[in-house]
């Protein structure tokens, strides 16, 4: 069935370093793309989203990026910090509720 | 912080007992979705509320039901619980069923099924 999945569970970075965080998704129907970031005990809060027409978002130290030929979706922390350590989830948009599916989650941890 | 309020926080309840999840979603805003998520598992799409009428519906069974009143806010009812119920249960307020509106999420429930 459709899916959404990630390619790595557990990803370890330096303080200061780039972290690179890869999502692989399977809907071709889907034209809108999240990454939430989940901190223990809290709900998943938006990081950035990216639209199908488009291939590069950029925010605030994040950017993602959107490959629909490999179906491939990266998120890109520059300059990681003790407090982007969480779980961040890939979600693709789709449905007739426009409901979102999420993949199974990355644990980036920062060290010191 | 959201706005978004789920209660209660954690509730234990025993297999066959029914159990209902309140949310309160942000103001101004029309849609609430709920979802499920297992430990070390991303959340799964249960059901969504827009103007008080579901929306839209996961792979769930029909033992969870929901409703959403006038204020918009939103209740999850999961009926006959197994042991695979327990787990985080989130909801998320949104303006608009049907956009690319921003989903806001709620802290959650933890929900354990002894």
């Known amino acids: 069935g459709e899916n959404v999945g990630l390619h790595l569970p557990t990803l370890s970075v330096q303080e200061g370093d780039n972290s690179i965080i890869n999502c692989a998704y399977s809907?071709?129907?889907?034209?809108?793309f999240i990454w939430y970031k989940q901190e223990s005990g809290k709900g998943p809060q938006f990081i950035i989203d990216i639209r199908s027409n488009m291939d590069k978002r950029q925010g605030q130290r994040v950017t993602v990026l959107l490959n629909k030929t490999v179906k491939h979706l990266s998120l890109q922390i520059a300059a990681t910090q003790p407090g982007d350590s969480a779980v961040y989830f890939c979600?693709?948009?789709?449905?007739?509720?426009?409901?979102?599916?999420f993949g199974s989650g990355t644990q980036l941890t920062v060290l010191p | 912080e959201t706005g978004v309020t789920q209660s209660p926080t954690h509730l234990i309840k025993t297999r066959g007992q029914q159990v209902t999840l309140r949310c309160s979603s942000q103001s101004g805003h029309n849609t609430v979705s709920w979802y499920q998520q297992a430990l070390g598992q991303g959340p799964q799409f249960i059901f969504q509320y827009y103007r008080e009428e579901e929306n839209g519906r996961g792979n769930f069974p029909p033992r969870f039901s929901g409703l959403q009143f006038p204020n918009y806010s939103s209740e999850l009812n999961v009926n006959a619980l197994e042991l695979d119920d327990s787990a985080l249960y989130l909801c998320?307020?949104?303006?608009?069923?049907?956009?690319?509106?921003?989903?806001?999420f709620g802290p959650g429930t933890r929900l354990t099924v002894l």
């Open positions: 998320a307020s949104s303006l608009g069923g049907n956009s690319y509106n921003e989903q806001f």
């Open positions: 979600a693709e948009r789709s449905g007739s509720a426009r409901q979102l599916t």
């Open positions: 809907n071709s129907a889907s034209d809108y």
